[in-house]
C-alpha cells in the first residue's frame, strides 16, 4: 500500500468460509460497507441461499483501508449470524422434505435484528409465521376462562377486529 497519508490508504479485503452453510446477508454487507463508506468497491458474484463449503471466496472489497476496518467486524458479525440461521434452517427443511410439515419461525428473535433473522429463515427454506404481536390473534385458555368460555372468547375477537377495522385471514 502507499499513500501520502495513512487515512489514503487502499486495500482489497476477501470474505472466505470457514465452514459449509447457507450464505445469507450479502445485501446487508453491501449496505454496511456503502453507509460506512460509499466510496468502497463491494464485488460478490454469490446470491443468498447459495451453499458454499470451507474455504470458498464470498466476497471481495476494494477501498479506503480504514473504512474497511471500520465495517469488517459487523459486517461478519451480521453474515455469521444470518448464515448461522438460514443453515440451520436448511437443516430441518431437508429433514421434513417430503412431508406436509412446514418450517416456521417465530417472532422471539434478537431486539432490533428481527426482519434480519426472519429473512435468514425465508433464505434457508424455512416460512415467517408472524411479524409481531399485532398481526394475529391468539386465543388461550386464560382468555376463554376470563370471557366465559370459547364462544364468547371469539365474539369479543371478532368485537375487537371490527371495532379496530382489523381483519383474519379466516372467519370466526
Given at each position: 500500500c502507499s499513500a501520502e497519508t495513512e487515512d489514503q490508504?487502499?486495500?482489497t479485503a476477501h470474505l472466505l468460509a470457514k465452514e459449509a452453510g447457507i450464505l445469507?446477508?450479502?445485501?446487508?454487507?453491501?449496505?454496511?460497507?456503502?453507509?460506512?463508506?460509499?466510496?468502497l468497491d463491494?464485488?460478490?458474484?454469490?446470491?443468498?441461499?447459495?451453499?458454499?463449503?470451507?474455504?470458498?471466496?464470498?466476497?471481495k472489497v476494494t477501498g479506503r483501508i480504514q473504512s474497511i476496518l471500520?465495517?469488517?467486524?459487523?459486517v461478519l458479525n451480521c453474515m455469521q449470524r444470518m448464515s448461522g440461521i438460514a443453515s440451520t434452517t436448511r437443516k430441518y427443511v431437508d429433514?421434513?422434505?417430503?412431508?406436509?410439515?412446514?418450517?416456521?419461525?417465530?417472532?422471539?428473535?434478537t431486539p432490533l435484528l428481527r426482519s434480519l433473522e426472519k429473512q435468514a429463515v425465508v433464505t434457508g427454506g424455512g416460512h415467517n409465521h408472524r411479524f409481531g404481536l399485532?398481526?394475529?390473534?391468539?386465543?388461550?385458555?386464560n382468555h376463554v376462562d376470563?370471557?366465559?368460555?370459547?364462544?364468547?372468547?371469539?365474539?369479543?375477537?371478532?368485537k375487537y377486529l371490527e371495532k379496530n377495522n382489523l381483519q383474519l385471514p379466516i372467519e370466526i
Amino acid at each position: 500500500c502507499s499513500a501520502e497519508t495513512e487515512d489514503q490508504l487502499m486495500a482489497t479485503a476477501h470474505l472466505l468460509a470457514k465452514e459449509a452453510g447457507i450464505l445469507c446477508g450479502l445485501q446487508l454487507a453491501n449496505t454496511i460497507f456503502k453507509i460506512v463508506d460509499p466510496e468502497l468497491d463491494f464485488s460478490c458474484q454469490h446470491v443468498d441461499g447459495l451453499t458454499v463449503k470451507n474455504g470458498d471466496s464470498i466476497f471481495k472489497v476494494t477501498g479506503r483501508i480504514q473504512s474497511i476496518l471500520k465495517s469488517e467486524r459487523l459486517v461478519l458479525n451480521c453474515m455469521q449470524r444470518m448464515s448461522g440461521i438460514a443453515s440451520t434452517t436448511r437443516k430441518y427443511v431437508d429433514a421434513v422434505k417430503g412431508t406436509s410439515a412446514k418450517v416456521m419461525d417465530t417472532r422471539k428473535t434478537t431486539p432490533l435484528l428481527r426482519s434480519l433473522e426472519k429473512q435468514a429463515v425465508v433464505t434457508g427454506g424455512g416460512h415467517n409465521h408472524r411479524f409481531g404481536l399485532f398481526d394475529m390473534i391468539l386465543i388461550k385458555d386464560n382468555h376463554v376462562d376470563s370471557a366465559g368460555g370459547i364462544k364468547a372468547a371469539l365474539e369479543k375477537a371478532k368485537k375487537y377486529l371490527e371495532k379496530n377495522n382489523l381483519q383474519l385471514p379466516i372467519e370466526i
